[in-house]
Antibody, heavy 115, light 110 residues
């Protein structure tokens, strides 16, 4: 059974940083692209970033480009999202997903950017 | 503002068939696969349809997807109360090099 477990969310002031993690199990992590999507309160789903299976290619939404960095550690079966220069509109539940098309989803972790 | 356009709401009564549309352009739906997701409040979204019209194992055949040109549709037949959820379409966009989601459609089962 595929399991994706996000962690690292919390309350952070504007301009601060946070690193999200997504621990994966139940599939061959090193063979799957991975992605992050978010949902702001009362809003729809917004794709954030994706990374290829090897980690050699990364993709970002314009809204986070230059501030967020996606990475992966296949030795730990873990996906990361380093978030810097956080703003109020980054407040959202962040979900990690298997593949670019989110074949499987984690339960999400809440990030709140507020002073 | 979503580049993939969905109606904000849809409704039906138990047993009915409802369809949800998703409209895009040549750089997304017109040239890439279309995906559908079901999202119940407080839970993780779930992949409902992949590659335009394929159902993952465990998804009832009451759910079906189709695509034509730059538009796609999700059809739900034999509507049930547990189908009440938000539904999102998504497709890769070649111009943006990113995944686009529709704005979501809230389905009410009356």
């Amino acid at each position: 059974e595929v399991q994706l477990l996000e962690s690292g969310g919390g309350l952070v002031p504007p301009g601060g940083s946070l690193r999200l993690s997504c621990a994966a199990s139940g599939f061959i992590f090193s063979s799957s692209a991975m992605s992050w999507v978010r949902q702001a309160p009362g809003k729809g789903l917004e794709w954030v970033s994706s990374i290829s299976a090897t980690g050699g290619r990364t993709f970002y939404a314009d809204s986070v480009k230059g501030r967020f960095t996606i990475s992966r550690d296949s030795s730990k079966n873990t996906l990361y999202l380093q978030m810097n220069s956080l703003r109020g509109d980054d407040t959202a539940v962040y979900y990690c997903g298997q593949e670019i098309w989110f074949e499987n989803w984690g339960q999400g972790t809440l990030v709140t950017v507020s002073s | 503002q979503s580049v993939l356009t969905q109606p904000p709401s849809a409704s039906g009564t138990p047993g009915q068939r409802v369809t949800i549309s998703c409209s895009g352009s040549s750089s997304n739906i017109g040239s890439n696969y279309l995906y559908w997701y079901q999202h119940l409040p407080g839970t993780a979204p779930k992949l409902l349809i992949y590659r335009n019209d394929q159902r993952p194992s465990g998804v009832p055949d009451r759910f079906s997807g189709s695509k034509s040109g730059t538009s796609a549709s999700l059809a739900i037949s034999g509507l049930r109360s547990e189908d009440e959820a938000d539904y999102y379409c998504a497709a890769w966009d070649d111009s943006l090099s990113g995944l686009l989601f529709g704005g979501g459609t809230k389905l009410d089962v009356l």
